[in-house]
């Protein structure tokens, strides 16, 4: 399956952010967050735990309401969130945009398939047998042909994060969210499901992806934005933040990842 690729103009990005702001209390945890993100680009999110991270996703995805800044998407949807936000607006934001979680968030009573095929038969209303027939599709694509009646307790920690991956593809949403997908994972497992989220970004599928995986970013990566502290340290290529940050905070961060004894 391709990617929704919504008619754009050249200069106007998928996904918009601006001001955006998140407050947990006295806690402020995202101060004034900007982020463009242009259709079939992959950005990726690095910094320190507490940074605010995932915070964005929450925020992006409508799992966490924002207390002030603009989310536009595709120039057709533009939420405001200095004003009163409808569930209408808090849904259509959810229809362009599907969330791969940290730990899988696999319904355990469900079989793969069946956790695969709940969205689009019980949000979107699609009809089951074309879900079905999609659901086997998409996991055979990303090597889990034959565990479609497998539970969550049966497979991998590789295999569970594929399904949650298989899941957010079910919704053909236009742009993909990535919380730490390889975080949870046992270190062998990591390299399977960085595959298949390269092969997505080589397909042209549209990702934001929070990750502490720093060759993945490199090589994959269109943009890499450096947070700590609930702001914007630094963005950019890869090879400038990766290789050559001009932030000092930027170093200190990549080097510690890199040379961490």
């Known amino acids: 399956m391709s990617p929704t690729e919504p008619d754009l103009p050249d200069a106007v990005p998928l996904l918009s952010v601006r001001g955006l702001r998140k407050a947990f209390g006295q806690h402020e ?24 991270k995932t915070t964005v996703l929450r925020c992006l995805n409508g799992l966490e309401i924002p207390d002030a800044g603009i989310v536009e998407f595709a120039a057709d949807l533009t939420v405001d969130f200095s004003t009163q936000v409808s569930k209408k607006q808090l849904a259509a934001m959810r229809d362009r945009s599907a969330m791969v979680f940290q730990h899988y968030n696999l319904f355990p009573h469900k079989t793969a398939l069946e956790n695969v095929i709940e969205g689009p038969v019980q949000v979107q209303k699609r009809q089951g047998a074309e879900a079905i027939e999609e659901a086997r599709e998409l996991l055979a694509r990303v090597g889990l042909a034959g565990k479609e009646n497998s539970y969550p307790f049966e497979l991998s920690g590789g295999q569970q994060q594929r399904v949650g991956i298989v899941r ?24 399977e499901v960085l595959t298949v989220m390269k092969e997505l970004a080589d397909e042209g599928w549209t990702m934001v992806v929070v990750t502490h995986e ?13 947070m700590d502290g609930g702001v914007v340290v630094e963005r950019g ?23 961490p004894f």
Do not use: C, M, Y
């Not at 993909?176 to 270190?187: G, K, R």
């Not at 720093?214 to 450096?226: C, G, P, Y």
């Not at 290789?243 to 040379?259: G, I």
């Open 168 to 191: 957010a593809l079910a919704l053909r949403p236009q742009l993909l969210l990535f919380d730490e997908p390889t975080s949870a994972l046992d270190p062998e497992l990591v390299g």
């Open 237 to 259: 290529h890869p090879d400038t933040v990766l290789r050559a940050p001009r932030e000092a905070r930027t170093r200190q961060f990549v080097d510690r990842l890199l040379n």
């Open 214 to 226: 720093l060759a993945f970013a490199r090589e994959v990566a269109d943009e890499v934005i450096f």
């Open 29 to 52: 945890v995202l101060k004034s967050i900007d982020v463009n993100v242009r259709s079939g680009n992959v950005v990726t999110l690095i910094g320190p735990s507490g940074s605010g």
